[in-house]
């Protein structure tokens, strides 16, 4: 009983249809093809040779926007610069560290006194003036990038040369040791240690000591001044908690003493 209230649409829908379909066929022209794209939901065989009119209000017709088409390709079509490029030109003073080249791909190879990071980015690893060069001797088609100490250094240095190391060094001229000589004096007495200038001694106002300079006592006596004035520290004892406590309501008072005139002055400031 189901099954037959199933197919009773189903055959009256052939009925209606079967004859148009016989009729197209019969009277089939190239110039009567509808140019029109049917969805998948109607899937016909290839070897269908025209769709009736009767069929069209049943077909699916989907156009793709002009919006749709820009949002498929606009993550594609200007993306970020990446700011490649060399960052100190030739002769510019540089420090350990310092970026000189970043690329994409070894263009450039680290020469004198640089390195290249794992992103192929060419540092330098002493402190000196860039210079890009070629060294057809090392490599007959690369090109480096070095950096020399001084400012007028040139790169590549000759073949076996010693390699220079600059370890933050400035070079100067050898010259030979001489003998140190104060101009200052120091004597020492009852009355404590004295400190003066050679130079500036007068045999009638007596010695005098170069501006800036002043009278000191030594280390050890300044040590014992407490001593000698009978002044005797207690000695510490962790256990002794009332010395604790007296210096933790110290620290209170002094923090609520400080909140007090802070709060204070934000009130005098609304007041204005």
């Known amino acids: 009983m189901l099954q037959s209230r199933l197919l009773g649409p189903l055959r009256a829908l052939e009925r209606a249809f079967v004859p148009s379909f016989r009729s197209a066929q ?33 077909s699916q017709v989907r156009y793709a926007s002009h919006a749709s088409q820009g949002t498929a390709n606009r993550h594609s079509r200007d993306p970020a610069g990446k700011r490649l490029g060399a960052k100190r030109t030739g002769g510019e003073y540089v420090v350990p560290g310092c970026i000189i080249f970043k690329q994409r791909g070894s263009k450039w190879f680290p020469g004198d006194n640089c390195a ?23 490599h007959p088609e690369r090109r480096y990038i070095g950096v020399v100490f001084e400012k007028d250094g040139q790169l590549p240095h000759p073949r ?31 009355n404590g240690t004295q400190v003066g200038s050679v130079e500036a001694v007068n045999a009638a106002s007596g010695p005098q000591l170069r501006p800036g300079y002043m009278y000191r006592e030594a280390n050890w006596q300044i040590g014992r001044a407490a001593e000698k004035a009978g002044i005797s520290a207690m000695p510490y004892d962790r256990r002794n908690r009332w010395l604790a406590w007296r210096k933790r309501q110290a620290r209170a008072e002094r923090a609520a003493q400080m909140k007090s005139l802070k709060g204070k002055k934000k009130a005098g400031k609304k007041g204005k």
């Open 26 to 58: 019969q009277s089939f022209q190239p110039q009567s093809l509808i140019q029109r794209p049917l969805s998948a939901s109607i899937a016909l065989p290839k070897t269908t040779p025209s769709i009736s009119r009767s069929l069209l209000p049943f």
């Open 116 to 138: 290249m990071g794992r992103d192929h980015t060419i540092y330098a690893t002493q402190a000196g003036y860039v210079r890009y060069y070629a060294d057809p001797e090392k």
């Open 160 to 190: 076996n040369a010693p390699s220079r190391r600059k370890l933050n060094m400035i070079t100067i001229p050898r010259m030979d040791p001489v003998a140190y000589q104060s101009d200052m004096v120091a004597s020492i007495d009852e």
